[in-house]
Nanobody
Framework: QVQLVESGGGLVQAGGSLRLSCAASGSAFSINGMGWYRQAPGKQREFVARIIRTGSTYYADSVKGRFTISRDIGKNSVYLQMNSLKPEDTAVYYC????????WGQGTQVTVSS
């Protein structure tokens, strides 16, 4: 079983930055990939960014060039640096870890005001 704890959400003005963090813990587990998804009010959850075991990264087109995903393997943690934030980035952001199955964090609210 894997537990995920997220932090770093908040309220920011358009053009600002936020950094999300997610730490994974639990009994012995092997992480195949870590990533971030988001869900805006009235919309389905959507993919944001992902980093896999090899270190390769993937991004949704809507965040390319603005968001950067990174990880600290020793801390079993993944981060999302979000720059040039836009009001349309407002959503609950969820950490996702793949370790035999998908695990999800509790979500952290990101609100970008115009």
């Amino acid at each position: 079983q894997v537990q995920l704890v997220e932090s770093g959400g908040g309220l920011v003005q358009a053009g600002g930055s936020l950094r999300l963090s997610c730490a994974a813990s639990g009994s012995a587990f092997s992480i195949n990939g870590m990533g971030w998804y988001r869900q805006a009010p009235g919309k389905q959850r959507e993919f944001v960014a992902r980093i896999i075991r090899t270190g390769s990264t993937y991004y949704a087109d809507s965040v390319k060039g603005r968001f950067t995903i990174s990880r600290d393997i020793g801390k079993n943690s993944v981060y999302l640096q979000m720059n040039s934030l836009k009001p349309e980035d407002t959503a609950v952001y969820y950490c996702n870890v793949q370790s035999g199955r998908d695990y999800w964090g509790q979500g952290t609210q990101v609100t970008v005001s115009s």
